[in-house]
């Protein structure tokens, strides 16, 4: 976080890198030096919405790090909701794995080899399907107690500590309600260097594999019962946090939007949109859902004075504005 706020300190000192708006609004964006637009954090990875396990996956978002010589690194909020099960991450790095964990793989050594596997132990194991061309060769597993790396053996069946641990990912979790945590590994670890990309879904379940309707990629059903099977129809892809449909389907960046004196001003688009703002930390600090008429100014009241990210958005276009409101 202090990097965060050295780089907060060098935007505005670097004032010939930024436009002013005549009434005194500093619009961040692609003129600012790149050696500092490239450490401003990305637009934030939102989870699919759900909250059947009480919101702490679903309803959250996390931001990415991890260019240059950094390491991978995850900073994650729950949206202040209670953090009691397990977040399982499956990562797909191009190495051979597994398009789905089925009966083949049942790992009941631990309570996190028991989510990873989804084990039949407590007789909750079902079968978790990922999209096409997906294939799952590690995941990552945390809760307050614990969080590691795990890899995902491509062949043969997956018995009991035949999971393999690679390392611990650090995580800050200790505490359920504690709303935001961390946790980081290196890219030497997944078998790629920082400039790979890797592919991951999402799922949270309790440490008796009973599924929620709460993660990360398209396909997870609302109020699923943790018995049934799930079937993944899409995946989120970093860096970069920029989601892959199955279907093929295309997000366009065709949408202008601006904000100025307390509103938000959103064209291209004449639809239903998502609206959140977050702050230079990472905490969302609004969210709400806005039907966009065209050049119709939408009301949103900011904090003066400080760096926030307004994400905007519809069913296929997503734009993100860096604003220091005055």
Same mark, same amino acid.
């Given at each position: 976080m202090e990097t965060i706020l050295k780089i907060y300190q060098q935007l505005l000192s670097q004032r010939n890198n930024i436009i002013l708006g005549n009434k005194g609004l500093i619009i961040l964006a692609l003129f600012i030096s790149s050696n500092i637009h490239s450490q401003i954090p990305p637009p934030p990875c939102e989870a699919n919405g759900n909250s059947g396990f009480g919101g702490a996956v679903g309803e959250g978002h996390f931001f990415f790090g991890g260019d240059g010589s950094n390491p991978i690194l995850f900073g994650m909020s729950t949206s202040s909701n209670e953090m009691n099960d397990i977040l399982v991450l499956y990562i797909d790095t191009g190495a051979p794995g597994h398009n789905e964990i089925g009966l083949?793989?049942?790992d009941?050594?631990?309570?996190y080899r028991i989510a990873i596997s989804n084990s039949n132990e407590y007789g909750n194991g079902n079968i978790i399907s990922f999209p096409p061309g997906f294939e799952a060769s590690y995941a990552v597993a945390i809760d307050v107690n614990f969080g590691g790396l795990w890899s995902i053996p491509n062949t043969g069946t997956v018995g009991a500590g035949e999971l393999n641990f690679i390392t611990s990912v650090n995580s800050t979790l200790i505490s359920s309600t504690q709303g935001f945590y961390q946790f980081d590994f290196n890219?030497?670890?997944l078998g790629?260097? +920082?400039?790979?990309? /890797?592919? /991951?879904?999402?799922?949270? +379940?309790s440490n008796t594999a009973c599924n929620s309707d709460e993660g990360y990629g398209d396909g997870l059903i609302i109020d699923a019962e943790c018995k049934d099977d799930i079937t993944f129809t899409g995946y989120i892809t970093l860096p970069g946090c920029s989601e892959t449909l199955s279907d093929s389907g295309f997000l366009s960046n065709n949408l202008n939007a601006y904000y100025f004196k307390d509103q938000l001003v959103v064209q291209g688009i004449n639809a239903l949109a998502t609206i959140s703002v977050f702050d230079i930390n990472g905490r969302r600090i609004y969210k709400n859902r806005h039907q966009i008429h065209e050049s119709v100014p939408i009301q949103l009241e900011l904090n003066k004075d400080e760096l926030q990210f307004i994400v905007i958005e519809s069913s296929n276009k997503k734009k993100v504005l860096k604003v220091i409101p005055k």
């Amino acid at each position: 976080m202090e990097t965060i706020l050295k780089i907060y300190q060098q935007l505005l000192s670097q004032r010939n890198n930024i436009i002013l708006g005549n009434k005194g609004l500093i619009i961040l964006a692609l003129f600012i030096s790149s050696n500092i637009h490239s450490q401003i954090p990305p637009p934030p990875c939102e989870a699919n919405g759900n909250s059947g396990f009480g919101g702490a996956v679903g309803e959250g978002h996390f931001f990415f790090g991890g260019d240059g010589s950094n390491p991978i690194l995850f900073g994650m909020s729950t949206s202040s909701n209670e953090m009691n099960d397990i977040l399982v991450l499956y990562i797909d790095t191009g190495a051979p794995g597994h398009n789905e964990i089925g009966l083949t793989i049942d790992d009941n050594a631990d309570n996190y080899r028991i989510a990873i596997s989804n084990s039949n132990e407590y007789g909750n194991g079902n079968i978790i399907s990922f999209p096409p061309g997906f294939e799952a060769s590690y995941a990552v597993a945390i809760d307050v107690n614990f969080g590691g790396l795990w890899s995902i053996p491509n062949t043969g069946t997956v018995g009991a500590g035949e999971l393999n641990f690679i390392t611990s990912v650090n995580s800050t979790l200790i505490s359920s309600t504690q709303g935001f945590y961390q946790f980081d590994f290196n890219w030497e670890d997944l078998g790629l260097t +920082v400039a790979d990309e /890797f592919h /991951f879904v999402g799922l949270y +379940v309790s440490n008796t594999a009973c599924n929620s309707d709460e993660g990360y990629g398209d396909g997870l059903i609302i109020d699923a019962e943790c018995k049934d099977d799930i079937t993944f129809t899409g995946y989120i892809t970093l860096p970069g946090c920029s989601e892959t449909l199955s279907d093929s389907g295309f997000l366009s960046n065709n949408l202008n939007a601006y904000y100025f004196k307390d509103q938000l001003v959103v064209q291209g688009i004449n639809a239903l949109a998502t609206i959140s703002v977050f702050d230079i930390n990472g905490r969302r600090i609004y969210k709400n859902r806005h039907q966009i008429h065209e050049s119709v100014p939408i009301q949103l009241e900011l904090n003066k004075d400080e760096l926030q990210f307004i994400v905007i958005e519809s069913s296929n276009k997503k734009k993100v504005l860096k604003v220091i409101p005055k």
